[in-house]
Structure formats: C-alpha cells, structure tokens
Nanobody, 129 residues
C-alpha cells in the first residue's frame, strides 16, 4: 500500500518561498509517476508538476514554470516542491500524488486528467499580498 505524507506548507507573504515535502512509502520500483497538485477554495484540483521516477525531465504546468522546482531524493523516498516568488493566487491546498506508470507519456496523461491513484492528505499554502 502506497502512502504519501505532505509537510512544509504555511503562510508567507507574496514574493516568499516555501518547500513542500512528500514522504512516500510502499513502492519499491522505478515505474512510478509522482507529482504535486493543488486545489484552491471553490476551484477544481489542478496539476502543478510531476516527475517520472524511471527517468526523463519533469513537467510543469504553466503556472509553475520558472518559479517552482520538483525534485526527488530516492534514498529518502521523498518528493519535494520548491516554490519561489509565491503569489496570492498560489494559495491552495497542495497534494502529493502518485501512480504506477510505465513511461513519462503515461504520467503526462494521468497528470492532465488529475487521475493519479494515490493521494496524500494535503498541506495548506497561504500567500498574502
């Protein structure tokens, strides 16, 4: 059973930075998609970024490009989302998610559909102006 636990959320002022962490357990192979999603109050959940553990470049939604960086520490089974230059519109609950995947293309499709199988409980990010 794959389990995901996010941490690192908080309240910051616009222009500030945060690093989210996602501790993962229960998977032992590289054919995995892992990503970050967010859901603002009253809005649908949207993808932020994902990476395919088996290799390849990470993918970022337009809202994240140039400001957010997704990375992983395989030794610690931890996924990160480093966020810079935060804006009030980044305020949302941020979720770590994962899915079994055979390729980056598969991960991309699942990411676009926000259709990953495993989800964490979320961590709140609030950005004030």
């Amino acid at each position: 059973q794959v389990q995901l636990a996010e941490s690192g959320g908080g309240s910051v002022q616009a222009g500030g930075s945060l690093r989210l962490s996602c501790a993962a357990s229960g998977y032992t192979h590289s054919e995995f998609c892992m990503g970050w999603f967010r859901q603002a109050l009253g809005k649908e959940r949207e993808g932020v970024a994902y990476t395919y553990i088996g290799g390849g470049a990470p993918y970022y939604a337009d809202s994240a490009k140039g400001r957010f960086t997704i990375s992983q520490d395989n030794a610690k089974n931890t996924l990160y989302l480093q966020m810079y230059n935060l804006k009030p519109e980044d305020t949302a609950m941020y979720y770590c998610a994962a899915d079994h995947g055979t390729s980056g293309r598969y991960c991309y499709q699942k990411f676009r559909e926000t259709d990953f199988v495993y989800w964490g409980q979320g961590t709140q990010v609030t950005v004030s102006s």
